[in-house]
Nanobody
Framework: QARLVESGGGLVPPGGSLTLSCVIS????????MGWYRQAPGQQRVMVAT???????DYAVAVKGRFTISTDNAANTVYLRMTGLKPEDTATYYC??????????WGQGTQVIVSS
């Protein structure tokens, strides 16, 4: 059974850094896109960063230049390195994987709070 487990969230002061991890298991077919999304209280879930099987990345304007998405295929893990964190980055961050055949799976989320 497919499973995504996020970790790495926490409380960090403005200007700080965090690295989120998402370990993917139970998927035996090609994944076309992996990504990180976030949802702040009272707001819709929005894309933060995605990476394709061809290693093409895309970032939300709000995080471009501060966040970096990467993968470790040997460890079946996708990362989100977040630097220069701002209070407006506070949200629950979700890992997502999709296939070209319509598979779409979400993790349970990990909370990031940026506050002094």
């Amino acid at each position: 059974q497919a499973r995504l487990v996020e970790s790495g969230g926490g409380l960090v002061p403005p200007g700080g850094s965090l690295t989120l991890s998402c370990v993917i298991s139970g998927i035996t077919f090609p994944i076309s896109t992996m990504g990180w999304y976030r949802q702040a209280p009272g707001q819709q879930r929005v894309m933060v960063a995605t990476i394709t099987e061809s290693m093409i990345t895309d970032y939300a304007v709000a995080v471009k230049g501060r966040f970096t998405i990467s993968t470790d295929n040997a460890a079946n893990t996708v990362y989100l390195r977040m630097t220069g964190l701002k209070p407006e980055d506070t949200a629950t961050y979700y890992c997502n994987v999709r296939s070209s055949l319509g598979f779409d799976k979400w993790g349970q989320g990990t909370q990031v709070i940026v506050s002094s």
